[in-house]
Every structure is written in structure tokens, then in C-alpha cells.
């Protein structure tokens, strides 16, 4: 408290300057609206993107004190919530995430002020312990026996939620072809949706079932949730908890994420998302970090969409990072998603609606662009750091993480050569 007291102090008058300007130029109400909804809004921290991430060709160890147990991943995620005060949850991954003392792990997340986000399954790799392989995919496997192991694994994740706390389970399956002829797409959609009303059936009633899609890889000729329209199809027939879930990355090139998102939202079928930027493919790179506009656009139609609805944007949607990398330190990583996802997300707040609306109603398009860049073009950092300072968190939370020498001391902590568990 007292180094978040410092740090801020010695930004004050930088940042009083700053702020002071926008506050000339820009609606108080509006100000003040903004403020209250970016203190309000918390994205969840994948645990798996609290190690160095690798990739098939190869693994550097050049962070340390990377997290070795849950319970190292949750400090770790506390300290990003102290930092910022918007990373108040954390989404597991089973059976990456185990988690052996359940009430010792839920005291040390309360202490942290720390909930658990939605828990994710894995029936995309072959645990040391499994009696079958998903080599030729899990929910949509020829063989029921494998179906079966997999339905009852996403089960199991569910039980181990409820225990936590969680409130939705969210299901990525990497399973789909590699060759043409390999598979046969009905029976392979069939058995997918039989498997995931299985799973629906075992959801408890205050939960949701998030079903996320993904255009290829590790498939590379089909995957059998391969976009936003063979996961609408499946949450559609398996009923109102179910909804998709939209991983930025997880799309063909070019594709119009926005629009995708604004119509999912509007048929009451958004799940929520996975913030990640990309430039390929799923890239998994830190957001805002390559199409700062995408997100902001995105953003937009979910501002617009969120406040048509008449919805919490805090409460109603599933904000969560979806994010791994080889070459920066996880949580400085981390820290700078959150910011590029805030920033989009006060740019949004701030664009003029009306003004927006009768441009659109007048088809004058240029004011319409005017309108939606004025606001993307002007440096709103200063009032996500205002949010963050009346919050109690830092002005800067990047700097006062390197003041502070947290990763130094996380490796003097937990040593140089620390290997997390999961990928
Ligand atoms: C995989 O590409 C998906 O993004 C999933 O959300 C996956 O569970 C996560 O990325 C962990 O690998
Ligand atoms: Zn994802
Ligand atoms: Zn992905």
C-alpha cells in the first residue's frame, strides 16, 4: 500500500496534468460514467499464461520464478489484482491446474480478493494415467468408449469447479481432421453435440457452458468447431447456458470479428471471450498489442450491444485473457493485456453515441467514421489510470513492478530454473 502510495505520488503531478486536459475537452458525465465502469470491470487471468510459454521447436527457461504449484499461480495473479485492481479472478485448466487441498486453495484466492473465473477441460492431450487417446479427437470420436472418457472428464472439471466456485466450464476441443475422407462430418458433428448434451445435463443450474471455436490447428483440414457458426448451432441445441465463446485468435484471416460478436450478443448467445491478439493464426500475443483497432471496434459493438440489452458489462459477459508466449515476462505480459483491453474498452465508453446513431441513421459515413476515431485517437490512458488510482491500485502498474523487482524476488522465492506445471 504504502509502495502503490509512493509510486503514485511521484506520478501525481504528470498525471493531474494530463487527466486535467481531458477533463477540458470531454462531457464530466461522461467522465465520471466512464470511471465507475472501468473500475468495475475485472478480466480473468488464465493460469497457463503464467509461465514462459514455448512453442513446438522449443522452450527458454529466461524468466524464473515462474509459478510451480496452484498456489503459486494464484500469488502470482494476486499480484497482477494488486497492481491494477482489474484482475480479480483466475480460469483454470484441468488437469494442469490440480487442485489438492480445495479449501487451503480457495482461502489463499479469498485472501487475494480473488474468485474462480470459468475452469477449462482438456481432452486435447493424453494424460500419463489415460486408458485411451484422443489422437483422433475426443466429443466427436468414432468410438463411444472414448466419448465416454471424455464426456466424464468434462464432468469431473465441473465437480471440481463447483468446489471452487467457478460458475462455467468452457470447452475447447481441438478435434476435427487432418486429411480429406479422414472424417465423416455429420457423424462427427453427431457425436459431438451427443456428447456435449451429456455434459450440459451435468451443469449445474447456475452455470454456463461456454463452447469455443477455432478455425484450425492442431487440425488442419477440418475442425469440427471451426467457427462461430458450428458453435451457435451446438449451444442453440443444447439450451440457454450454453453460449460461444469467442477467442480473438481463433479466426480465418481478415475475418470481421466485430460483427460476429454484435450478432452473438444480440441473439442472447455471447459466452464471452478470450483477449488475445494475433497476426496469423492464434498467435496467443498480448492484446491490443498488434490490432489496437479490432479491439476497440469490438469493444464498440459490445458497449452498444451490452447497453441495448440493458446489461451489466462487469457482471454478464466472461472477460478472460487468453494469452502464452516465449519471450517477455509473463506478468509484465499480463499487466499490458489488461491495459490494451481497458483502454479499448474506455475508448468505447467514450465514443459519442448519439451523434454515432444519427450519423448511421443520415448515412453520412465520414461523420460516422469521425465519430468512432475521434475517440479512438485520443489518449484515454490517463482516465484508465485515474480508474486505476481510485481504485487503490497503480498509475502505472508495468513501472511499479519493475521499481519494485517483483520477478527478482519471485526467483530469489521460488529459484531460477522453476518449471510450470501444464504446457
Ligand atoms: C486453444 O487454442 C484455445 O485457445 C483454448 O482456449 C485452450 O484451452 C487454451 O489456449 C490453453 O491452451
Ligand atoms: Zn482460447
Ligand atoms: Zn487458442
Redesign the pocket.
Known sequence: NIQIQSHNDKLSSSHHRKFSALKEDWSSTLIDQTLQKLIDFQIAI?S?ALGTGGTRFGRFAITGGEPRTLAEKIADVGLLHRLNAASDAISL?IPWDVPEDINEIKKSAEGYGLAFDAV?S?T?QDQPDALLSYKFGSLQHVDKAVRNQAIAHNIEVIKQGQALGSKAL?V?L?DGSCFPGQLNFRNAFQNTLDSLQQIYAALPSDWKLYV?Y?AF?PNFYSTTIGDWGQSLLLANKLGDQAKT?V?L??HLPNANIEQIVSLLLMEGKLAGF?F?DSKYG?D?LTAGSIKPYQLFLIFNELVEGMDAAGMNHAKNLGWMI?A?HNVKDPLEDLLQSVEGIMIAYAQALMIDRAALTQAQQNNDVALAQEVLQHTFRTDFRPLVAEARQRAGAALSPIHLYRELKCREQLIMERGKTTTATG?
Open positions: 488464465p497457463w485448466h477449462n482438456n486435447f468452457t475447447w481441438a469455443e477455432k490447428e465463446l477467442d485468435g481463433h478470450h488475445n492464434d496467443d487468453d502464452s504446457l
